[in-house]
């Protein structure tokens, strides 16, 4: 056994933990914010804040 | 639940959790570039094997042809439609769901697919270096091919600016490699090693002839293949109608030069014989090119290059395809439960989980080019939507209508040129992989009748469209 087979073990060790991080971060949003708030982004909403696009000879936006 | 006034944004709307805004142009251009430069050192020397050093070149310049026609169509349309979900909110717009719909699957199947390719690569250049070092027996790749997965999915959910930060730095680096080994071996400064005249005459100039060309075609799609990736970061950019074409064609630029450049320098180097084996010769051609050198300086650099022109892929694969997955759940169009962000990091976190199982699938259990084959159909079919998309969007909505942030010159000439190379790259694609293509074309159909009979019943068709863009002309 030579060093690239630690360093296997080492890759396998640093993707569970990578995981770990995700998946422990992810239960616990989940369980304090309501699903509401999570999934209120709409589209679009920063430019209905600053930008009015004007029709030739009208107003009329979607 | 305890919520400060930096977690949520007050609009007009109320209170909504969205990305967060905090992108230059510079992570724009990372992210396009990022994607691609993979192609540059590895993958686009098929193209040789197809046809030679001179169809390789001509391949190289028509797929830029097709790939500035592109990027100047999203420049435009993207500096307009401001929101996640890239050409999949175009079409949302501009045609209609049943379009948005495909546009959104083409999107995120080329890139989960190409991020799953980048991480065989990795698993394979790893083992490549463990031999390199001594090691006998040959490596598992499995643990690198996961950790590579892993590790920029972590990177992805903590927040888009690290990400594309650090797709900037390593993207530079590969950029530079490529710089500095054109210099290096290049008459210019370097010792001039370069042999075209000798490689490239007599049967070696057009081996297969003019057919051998439009094969190359299939294969030239590999220098730029991902660049209209930057429409993704729409709603993540400061300024999207600046940010956004300067990126994308600043990105555009750096590839033609890059992809030149890497022809140059590999067709001087090493016969096309050689060049165009991917699987037995030249597997990175870049660094095989470092290694004829003699130069160890070069071949550290390149080796360097090569990993982190893979990494920079996969990263940017995964902001790509989240953010689409997750602009079709915003809308309905898939479950809801993927349109979240989340609250501290500002990122579709969900789309991002939900993902990685999926490119951790394909990257361990299928072969590399019918994964890569995948993601190139994938993405012919999403360039095929974009000059029917432009044609309808000047016409709806022309440019005395909605202010750009770019306007492309000489329409409709790219929108037909498009529509033109990509009728070429299909047939090209046809001869070499046409059960794929036909099995691909069957699945989008199959997908298409689930979600005109199914699942649009559950679109809210009025909420999708949120933008505040003036009615169609004609409307």
Known sequence: MDTWNYIEYGAWALSALFGLLIVIDWIKIDTTYTEEMLTSSREGVLEAMTEKHKLEGGDGTI | MAQSDTDVDHTAHGQSMGLLRVLGPAHVWALGVGIVLVGEYMGWNFAVGKGGAYAALIACWFAGILYSCVAMIDSEVTSTV??????????????????????????????????????????????????MTGHEGGLDQRPFIVLAIMFLAW?????????????????????????????ATSPLLGAGEMLHKDLMSGQASLPYGWLGILAAMHFGLWYYLGIEGTTQAAEEVRSPARSLPFGTLAGIMTLLIAATLTWYICSGLMPWEYLGDGVNGAVAPLFSAAQISGSSALVWLLGIGTLFATLASANGCINDASRAWFSMGRDHYLPAWFGAVHPVYRTPYRAIIFLVPIALIFALGAPLDQVITFSILSGLLGYTFMPINMIMFRKKWPLDTIKRGYEHPLHPLPAISLMALCSVTYFAVFLGYGTQLIAMIGFYIVVSLWFHFWRYRFVKRADQFTMPWPRPRGY
Do not use: S, W
């Open chain 2, 155 to 183: 990177l992805n959910y903590r927040g888009v600016l690290a990400t594309l930060t650090f797709n900037l730095v390593i993207t530079a680096i590969a950029f530079c490699a490529i710089i500095t080994i054109f210099l």
């Open chain 2, 82 to 131: 401001a929101a996640a979900g890239g050409q999949y909110t175009q079409a949302k717009h501009i045609i209609g769901p049943l379009m948005a719909f495909n546009v959104g699957l083409y999107l995120v199947f080329a890139y989960t697919m190409l991020e799953a390719g980048n991480a065989i690569t990795l698993g394979f250049l790893v083992d490549t270096v463990a031999g």
